[in-house]
């Protein structure tokens, strides 16, 4: 039912009034500004500068020498205004209050303790301990990932799908932030190398193009002095009109 919903409601979106040729960047300014978001007022939105919510993107004593230093390189950097440290709460639910999904998106359910995925494993560096990093002018993020041993795979190497959901992760906050891109339309990966358990791997990613409301990026994952890939890999994003709060203008 729900994926019949997706169907439909992406249908609708896919055939309204916009122009069909493609833009490359830096149009995706252009087709944010076309459902009434521009890429600053989606960051201050994701970014809330007072919040009781826990922010789970941040060090703690699991994190390795090389994970707590690139943290501190780009916190500096943050300074500046280039780059934004994206907190990261328990669910997608809470970065995007206020914002009304179309209905045949919306899931009616009882359960309260909603969690993304990536942050299921609560223990301190057992799972998923990442942070990203948005360039909101360049339309690009990094993600600093450090899996832990409950993301095992090969024995003390961290399991492919692990690093899959991660670069889906990064590629949907970055699809969401740079141009109100929501769902996953596809994502191919090419595997290259395994990612020890407990060391860092650097996500890149930049969005390429949108075109007829799809955005297209790719990623790639590899060590901080990047001379090891990890993974390469491309995902595109459908790019839904979020039913937001009325406007106030008489």
């Not at 890429?39 to 939105?45: C, F, G, I, K, P």
């Not at 899931?107 to 299921?120: L, N, P, Y």
């Amino acid at each position: 039912m729900m994926r019949t919903g997706f169907q439909r409601v992406a249908r609708l979106v896919l055939h309204k009034a916009l122009p069909r040729n493609p833009h490359i960047l830096p149009g995706l300014q252009q087709a944010s500004k076309a459902f009434g978001s521009s890429t600053d007022s989606l960051v201050a939105r994701f970014c809330p500068e007072k919040t009781d919510l826990k922010d789970y993107a941040l060090p703690n004593a699991s994190w390795c020498p090389d994970m707590l230093s690139m943290y501190q390189e780009f916190l500096e950097k943050t300074k500046s205004g280039s780059w934004v440290k994206l907190p990261s709460f328990k669910s997608n639910r809470e970065h995007i209050q206020g914002l009304k999904l179309p209905s045949g998106l919306v899931a009616a359910s009882d359960k309260q303790d909603w969690r993304i995925f990536t942050r299921c494993i609560q223990l301190e560096g057992q799972g998923y301990e990442y942070v990203i990093f948005f360039h909101p002018s360049e339309k690009k993020s990094v993600c600093l990932f450090q899996p832990g041993p409950y993301l095992e795979g090969p024995p003390g190497f961290a399991h492919g799908g692990s690093l899959a959901a991660m670069m889906d992760e990064t590629f949907s906050k970055t699809a969401y932030l740079a141009g109100e891109g929501l769902f996953t339309l596809s994502l191919n990966i090419r595997f290259k190398n395994l990612i020890p358990v407990g060391s860092l791997a650097v996500l890149d990613v930049q969005v390429e193009k949108l075109e007829e409301q799809k955005l297209y990026m790719s990623c790639t994952a590899q060590s901080r002095d990047k001379l090891t890939i990890y993974a390469k890999s491309s995902g595109v994003f459908l790019q839904l009109q979020l039913e937001d709060e009325p406007s106030q203008e008489q």
